[in-house]
């Protein structure tokens, strides 16, 4: 059976990774879940805010996205937002086979 061709351009492909490769696996989950989702179907100017949360320190970012912290009003973005809505969902980090429901 052949392989299936990855549809993601490089730019899509290279944030992917960088969602999924944090350095804590908490981050890793979280972000690299939420990226995995979404990242196909992300505007120019979706994939231009990502990197920008990209940007942000994965203890931060971590923090954020499971609600230990809340969010600096001069950090807040939309997409920032998003993901934290979507991170504070049971099991939100963890594919869908081993989620509860």
Do not use: K, Q
């Not at 809340?70 to 963890?94: F, H, K, N, S, Y």
Request: hydrophobic share 40%; charged share 35%; net charge negative.
């Amino acid at each position: 059976m052949p392989d299936t061709p990855d549809p993601l351009d490089p730019r899509r492909r290279r944030l992917l990774f960088r969602a999924r490769h944090r350095g804590t696996r908490e981050a890793d989950l979280m972000i690299g879940a939420f990226t995995e989702r979404h990242i196909a179907g992300f505007t120019a100017a979706e994939l231009e805010e990502l990197e920008a949360v990209l940007e942000f320190p994965d203890v931060d970012l971590a923090d954020w996205l499971s609600g230990r912290r809340p969010i600096p009003a001069e950090c807040r973005t939309p997409m920032l937002d998003r993901m934290a809505v979507e991170c504070a969902a049971p099991g939100a980090g963890l594919p869908e086979s081993l989620r509860r429901g």
